[in-house]
């Protein structure tokens, strides 16, 4: 249990009216076989409550499915993924409205942040007692007016270097001398990107994180005071300078921590050119000219573990 999760407010014991398991079945990982698992505990440790194995079909597919199934009031899903598949139950719940729906993630890919630093005890009993508690989630606003997107993220959004390591680490394979080549190469073709603050002033960036978490990309500690459930979120911001000096400060994120960060409640810019924007792991590509707004959505993510 880390120290960010230690005091998180709970709301009591909820009996969930059904149960929800998605999972990814050609998953490179063991998502296919700990939903297996997991539906088999909770059937044998809940038998008057109905346990669903759900697999997806496509890249998305999640998130239609947990907007659908948090159609009915007080119902559990659980995502069985990476950080990039639970951000789509996430962002299909949300979408959803407000059910009484409760979230959950079992951890079965490469990158696992949100479970690994929210944690507090097994999931399989989190969920047989009921323990519920409140996280806040960052919404992301693309553009303005009727035709905005509104999408959720329950760890960070980024751009700059996270985002185009997460491509070289989808197209080269995951695993720890690719992910060491991975980044190497990132390093010897990144460049950085413009953008353009609320106040008018344009600034240039190697690498811009909105955090919800202290942690990521299993080693890098962000900040030292952030925590998921404040009602703020931790803004890490990499001014442009030499390759040598963005090396030093993943280095310093990988070994001390970078200390502590700058929080915000909203940060809103504008983008200079067509650039990829991550949000837990998940790529979204941006045109150019793209107004986007990162808020706090306090307390809106419900879960168990």
Not at 207 to 213: D, G, P, Q, R, V
């Amino acid at each position: 249990m880390t120290a960010e999760a230690a005091d998180s407010p709970v709301i009591g014991k909820v009996t969930f009216a059904r149960i929800v398991v998605i999972f990814n079945p050609h998953s490179t990982g063991s998502a296919a076989e700990l939903a297996e698992e997991l539906h088999a505990d909770l059937t044998r440790r809940l038998p008057e409550t109905s346990v669903q194995l759900t697999p997806t079909e496509h890249a998305g597919h999640a998130r239609d499915l947990a907007r659908d199934a948090a159609k009915t009031p007080r119902s559990l899903i659980v995502s069985v993924s990476g950080d990039g598949g639970y951000n789509e139950v996430v962002d299909g719940v949300m979408q959803a409205g407000d059910t009484g729906t409760v979230c959950a993630v079992m951890a079965a890919g490469n990158a696992n942040d949100h479970s690994r630093t929210t944690s507090e005890q097994p999931l399989g009993d989190a969920i047989v007692t009921g323990r519920v508690r409140h996280l806040d989630l960052l919404r992301l606003t693309v553009g303005h007016g009727p035709g905005a997107v509104v999408r959720y993220a329950h760890s960070y959004i980024g751009m700059g270097l996270t985002p185009i390591v997460a491509v070289d680490l989808e197209e080269g394979g995951k695993g720890s001398l690719r992910e060491i080549v991975s980044v190497v190469r990132t390093f010897a073709r990144f460049r950085p990107f413009t953008v353009t603050l609320e106040d008018g002033t344009r600034r240039d960036f190697d690498s811009l994180l909105f955090a919800n978490i202290a942690e990521m990309a299993k080693y890098a500690t962000l900040s030292e005071t952030g925590r998921p459930d404040d009602g703020r979120f931790e803004v890490i911001a990499l001014p442009h300078v030499s390759k040598w000096k963005v090396l030093g400060v993943a280095i310093r994120a990988a070994t001390r921590g970078l200390g502590p960060q700058p929080s915000a409640t909203r940060f809103g810019f504008v983008t200079h050119k067509p650039t990829p924007l991550q949000l837990d792991g998940e790529v979204l590509p941006l045109r150019a000219d793209t107004p986007l707004l990162v808020e706090i959505a306090p307390s809106a993510l419900a879960t168990v573990g």
